[in-house]
Nanobody
Framework: QVQLVESGGGLVQAGGSLRVSCAAS????????MGWFRQTPGKEREFVAA????????YYTDSVKGRFTISRDNAKNTVFLQMNSLKPQDTAVYYC?????????????????????WGQGTQVTVSS
């Protein structure tokens, strides 16, 4: 089992920056990838970014490319999402996810149902 705890959400003005973190504990040595998803009321959970734990390859949805950066600290079993140039449409609950299975294609990284472990979420609100 892997436990995930997000932190760092909050309120920021449009154009500002925010960094959210996700600390993993438990059987972290089994993790192959971690990702960030976001969800707004009435909508499905949306893929934001993912990182392969070994090697550090990263994947992003088009709407955040160039603005968001996912990174990891292997020693601390923590993944970060640095969000710059934030827009009101980035407002959502951001969830961290992890899984032990490797992905070979982008579609796997971006599929919420390919992740077994989830955090409780952290609210990010971008005001206009």
């Amino acid at each position: 089992q892997v436990q995930l705890v997000e932190s760092g959400g909050g309120l920021v003005q449009a154009g500002g920056s925010l960094r959210v973190s996700c600390a993993a504990s438990g059987r972290t040595f089994t993790m192959s990838r971690m990702g960030w998803f976001r969800q707004t009321p009435g909508k499905e959970r949306e893929f934001v970014a993912a990182i392969r734990w070994s090697g550090g390859s990263t994947y992003y949805t088009d709407s955040v490319k160039g603005r968001f950066t996912i990174s990891r600290d292997n020693a601390k079993n923590t993944v970060f999402l640095q969000m710059n140039s934030l827009k009101p449409q980035d407002t959502a609950v951001y969830y961290c996810a992890a899984d032990i299975n490797y992905c070979l294609v982008y579609g796997c990284y971006a599929a919420a149902n390919s992740y077994a472990y989830w955090g409780q979420g952290t609210q990010v609100t971008v005001s206009s």
